[in-house]
């Protein structure tokens, strides 16, 4: 093999040796040349089989992936950003409220720590270990214990009333935004990017391509095979090429209705799930962002510093009208009446904080006012949020669904295919015989 | 290596200087590097403690004369006080009521009565430290009073008022430590608050503790309890509120520095700083300053006496 392959690319006009040769030599007769028909019309129903075997296979894994791990990373990514950044509203208000801090919202941190701890106890499951996000996860769990520790410092010494409590509370929310939400931030995002990836992965448009070409290839083999032979023969036609031709037709019907559904529930999870769901956790984190931006601008007792500027900002990005929101303006339209009552009453907080009235504008802050006005947009965003999740949920579900099938079925029937041509092209070598 | 940073703190002064007439809010950062960075050599070129001499008596409350600075605050209906919120015993958030108290506060209170007749037409601000000089420059502030140190670097950007405390520089170590004064701590991590004299005064000692700057003492004693730094150091009377905290810390050593604690009040408004000086001389002499000594610190010695220029 080796001279012959030396051999072969040394020569201009190389003389055909060994296999070559012979197989060179069988397109001279008629029974070597439906012996090479035999051949191709196998191999590629065996490829096709293959292929639609595989491309079912990696759809399968595609989808799975995007249902058991890349979306509920994302959704375990929103609940530890969002608790992180609760945990620091609640804790900056419960400073606020003075004396002994409120049940309701110590409670409420108890409540916000808890789901973080949680959610970064699966999200480690969720990511491989070694990639960024689990990484990210890793740096998470350790400042958010680090983090825990000071604020549970601050509640022992805040008891014992020294005036040291506010500054381990301090240090604790320096740590908890300035550290752990932009780690929490990172996560997020990073769990955004595998969800996208995780949609191309369950779509497999290289395998779909694949396979394609294996069919339109098999397709032209089949036909072109039947008219050499009923030009060669005096059938008009091979019944069971005519058959396999029909077994390919309806592999092919059967993948393209399998795979088109499976497209059709991925866009739609897509865009009526994943997307809305995306956009709304980060309408929820800019929301609790402006709820803890008021309490520690108060909290600071600096006037409008930098916190207040921060508020603004963080206003600006909240106009809840992602394009992937789209069809739900009557909820929107509530969620925005009902930011506007929050934002009012933030104006009338600033408004007595800056006319010198501290005290009155820690009481409207912290008040039932203010409280409950925040909590209606907060709930308006995570009824949507939920409603979006169930949406995701039902429709990766059915997108699975099919897949399975499939995979043994795509290459039973081209098993078929290939039988069903050796068979019609049997009987033609026999006549050589 | 020590000269550039000279020279940008002077640069800073200058543009500081230029600037003092027409406040812009958009220059307080820039006074941050400027007191903050270590000073190559102590600057005498002040005496810091002379302020300005009071003019008259002290008008009734109520009835300030018509263009003065007072007359201003009692349009505004509030004397707006620049203070910190977590030194204890001179100015901090009484956790129990959420109240910010203490010497400090008392004696903007005592300022608020000689205007308005009444000590709670006053509304606290809580300044970083590092931005007092600023916050007064531009007017974000009435005055500041807030353990501040009368020194000539300050007073090219503010006015002081006469000295109405005197104290100077110790080191607070946990009770386990064998430093008996801030020398002992060459190489070691020393805290204290950004834009602190103190923290400047840590960089000159000739055994180079290694200065860790924080947002405020509060923040010093958190990173000290959490073994972040092996001691902090400023003035023994924030010190003892510190150590009052914390029964694993002491204050040792002798005072290594001298702090006239001052009034800090904008140059534009030098009948403020007559009027504030005018109302220390009062309390010196009828005992409210003694009182006042007595109620946060203990025992009061003889108050500072007033030096003018």
């Known amino acids: 093999m080796t001279t012959a392959l030396t051999h072969r690319s040394a020569t201009a006009v190389p003389p055909r040796t060994g296999a070559l040769r012979r197989v060179g030599q069988l397109r001279q007769s008629s029974p070597g040349r439906l012996q090479l028909i035999r051949a191709a019309l196998v191999t590629l129903a065996v490829l096709t089989g293959l292929i639609a075997g595989l491309t079912a296979a990696s759809a399968t894994a595609g989808t799975s992936d995007l249902r058991d791990r890349a979306q509920p990373l994302l959704v375990e990514a929103e609940t530890i950003y969002s608790a992180l950044a609760d945990a620091d509203t609640t804790a900056a208000q419960a400073f606020l409220a003075g004396g002994l801090e409120p049940v309701r919202l110590t409670e409420r941190y108890e409540a916000d720590l808890a789901r973080a701890t949680t959610s970064l106890a699966s999200a480690a499951r969720l990511t491989p270990e070694g990639s960024a996000a689990s990484r990210a996860v890793e740096a998470l769990a350790t400042g958010t214990t680090r983090y825990a520790a000071l604020v549970a410092t601050a509640r022992a010494v805040n008891r014992q009333g020294l005036p040291v409590g506010a500054s381990y509370l301090a240090t604790a929310s320096q740590l908890n935004r300035e550290t752990l939400q932009p780690e929490a931030k990172a996560l997020f995002q990073l769990a955004r990017k595998e969800v996208d990836s995780g949609y191309s992965a369950a779509r497999s448009s290289w395998w779909l391509m694949l396979l394609l070409t294996v069919f339109v290839l098999l397709t032209i083999m089949l036909i072109w095979s039947q008219l050499y032979l009923s030009r060669t023969t005096n059938r008009t036609f091979n019944v069971p090429l005519v058959a396999a031709t029909g077994l390919a037709a ?6 393209g209705f399998v795979f088109s559904g499976q497209r059709d529930m991925l866009s739609t999870a897509d865009q009526d799930g994943s997307a809305p769901v995306a ?65 009012d009453l933030h104006e009338k907080v600033r408004e007595l904080d800056d006319g010198g009235d501290y005290d009155g504008a820690v009481k409207l802050a912290v008040g039932e006012g203010a409280t409950t006005a925040f909590e209606n947009v907060l709930d308006s965003v995570d009824n949507l949020l939920d409603d979006r999740k169930h949406t995701f949920d039902e429709h990766i579900r059915e997108a699975g669904s099919g897949l399975g099938t499939l995979t043994w079925l795509g290459p039973l029937l081209a098993l078929a295919i290939g039988v069903l041509a050796v068979f019609g092209l049997r009987a033609r070598l026999e006549e050589y015989r | 290596m020590r000269i550039r940073p000279a020279l940008a703190v002077i640069a800073l002064l200058a543009v500081a200087g230029c600037t003092a007439e027409t406040p812009a809010p958009v220059e307080a950062p820039a006074a941050t590097p400027a007191s903050t960075a270590p000073a190559a050599a102590p600057d005498t070129s002040c005496k810091p403690r002379a302020s300005l001499r009071p003019t008259g008596t002290l008008p009734a409350p109520g ?31 009484n956790p129990f009521t959420g109240k910010v108290e203490g010497f400090d506060v008392d004696m903007g209170r005592q300022i608020a009565q000689a205007i308005f007749g009444d000590p709670e037409k006053l509304q606290i601000r809580v300044v970083p430290r590092a931005e007092r000089t600023a916050w007064v420059r531009d007017g974000k502030v009435d005055l500041v009073i807030s353990t501040m140190t009368a020194n000539c670097a ?7 008022s006469t000295t109405y405390f005197v104290t100077g520089q110790k080191v607070l170590v946990g009770t386990g430590s064998t430093a008996k004064s801030i020398e002992d701590l060459g190489g070691e991590k020393v805290c204290a608050a950004v834009g602190s004299t103190s923290l400047d005064n840590i960089a000159k000692v000739r055994t180079k503790p290694i200065p860790v700057g924080k947002a405020s003492f509060g923040e010093c004693l958190v990173a000290f309890q959490q073994n972040e730094v092996a001691a902090i150091s400023t003035d023994d009377t924030i010190l003892a509120g510190l150590a009052a905290q914390d029964p694993y810390a002491e204050v040792v050593g002798p005072r290594f520095t001298e702090e006239p604690y001052g009034m800090a009040i904008s140059k534009e408004h030098p009948e403020f700083t007559r009027f504030v000086n005018a109302v220390l001389e009062n309390n010196r002499r009828n005992g409210t300053w003694a009182a006042t000594y007595d109620k946060w610190l203990g025992t009061a010695p003889q108050p500072p006496a007033a030096q003018y220029r």
Not at chain 1, 292 to 316: C, I, M, S, V, W
């Open chain 1, 279 to 343: 956009a709304l956790a980060e309408s929820r984190i800019l929301l609790l962002r402006e709820r803890a931006d008021e309490a520690l601008t108060l909290a600071a007792r600096a006037g409008n510093g930098p916190h207040e500027k921060d508020f603004q900002a963080t206003r600006e990005q909240l106009t809840f009208d992602d394009e992937s929101l789209d069809g739900f303006e009557w909820n929107l339209r509530e969620i925005r009446e009902q930011h506007q009552v929050y934002l």
């Open chain 2, 154 to 160: 300050r007073w090219k950007e503010v006015d002081f």
């Open chain 2, 63 to 93: 009835r300030m004369p018509a263009g003065s600075h007072m007359a201003t605050i009692v349009n505004n209906g509030r004397l707006v006080l620049g203070t910190s919120q977590d030194t204890l015993l001179f100015s901090s958030r």
């Open chain 1, 250 to 255: 309806l592999l092919m019907l059967t993948s």
